[in-house]
């Protein structure tokens, strides 16, 4: 199927998705709607986060933000939210519609141009392209990335990642901006039951990002709603027949696994974060001498 581009303005660009004004993000900024990536676990897939009322494809229609600039540029100028503006929370900000249309570069400049900090969610080594701006900002106020890899195995990132460059692509990125500077982490978002879960698997991992620079690590478990959950068992029963049974078992009608399997998850990934000397979460960055309150969050919709 052919990817459909179109332009759209926005109503809003920071987003506030409703924490506590102490959390470490002002709020969200998506340059495009859509995501191109078409990971099979999306949560974005659920008809609760669905952008698209006409029931467009989330990942065949990207919605270019042309506006995004002057909106963000509409809120910075009144004063500096408290926290970091997260970029690429429900899309991925370096998709391939970015190397041509350039809306995150754009949203970059402006940011770097009120000296704000920043933080970015990416599965994409196109990031490196920005790497000038980013030491700029990195220098002024702070910028991070989170590079989002759930597996290193190969079979599993092909089946639930297909448009997706390779977790050890996305690791030398990692790695080429750690050493300009840039602060970079593993996004472990989500881990799915039984297929990446196992502590060999997840030491694996943590271990070879801590070799090419993350400082931090953060985790979350596979959420599973109605649309999302109707094409991520599908995949299931094509490819992990087995494990139907037992994601039943395991979920029971809720949206999220059983609170016992997701603390036992969790509890091991912070444990081997500790053993690499690996931050958990970004609380960390507060501590840097950069790190300063603006003004309070203005955005409270969210919107994609």
């Known amino acids: 199927m052919i990817t459909q581009y179109k332009l759209t303005s926005a109503k809003t660009i920071l987003n506030k998705s409703g924490q506590d004004d102490d959390d470490i993000f002002a709020g969200t900024i998506n340059p495009y709607t859509g995501c191109e990536h078409g990971c099979v676990y999306c949560y974005v897939q659920a008809e609760r986060y669905q952008p698209y009322k006409n029931k467009a494809d989330f990942f065949r229609t990207i919605a270019i933000k042309q506006n995004a600039v002057s909106l963000l540029n509409e809120i910075l100028q009144k004063g500096l939210p408290y926290g ?58 702070g910028a991070a990335v989170s590079f989002s890899i759930i597996t290193l195995d190969p079979r599993t990132h092909v089946i639930f990642e297909p448009g997706s460059i390779s977790p050890q692509e996305r690791l030398k990125a990692m790695k080429e901006l750690s050493k300009n500077g840039i602060t970079c982490g593993l996004s472990l978002m989500p881990v799915l039951p039984y297929i990446t879960d196992d502590e060999k698997q997840l030491e694996a991992l943590i271990k070879a990002a801590g070799e090419h620079g993350a400082q931090y690590v953060w985790s979350g478990c596979l959420t599973l709603r109605d649309k999302q959950h109707e094409k991520y068992r599908s995949v299931l029963l094509k490819d992990f027949p087995g494990l139907v049974s037992r994601y039943a078992a395991l979920y029971k009608g809720r949206h999220s696994p ?15 974060a500790n ?30």
């Open 275 to 304: 053993k690499y000397s690996i931050n958990y979460g970004l609380e960390f960055v507060k501590k840097s001498g950069k790190w300063g309150k603006g003004l309070t969050p203005i955005q409270k919709e969210f919107e994609f």
């Open 258 to 272: 059983a609170p016992a399997y997701a603390h036992r998850v969790h509890e091991t990934i912070f444990k081997l």
């Open 84 to 141: 970091m503006a997260c970029i690429g929370s429900s899309s991925d900000p370096y998709q391939p519609a970015e190397e041509k249309h350039k809306i995150t570069r754009s949203l970059l400049e402006t940011i770097n141009k009120y000296g704000y900090p920043v933080h970015i969610f990416t599965k994409s080594s196109l990031v490196l392209r920005d790497l000038d701006i980013l030491k700029e900002i990195s220098k002024k106020s």
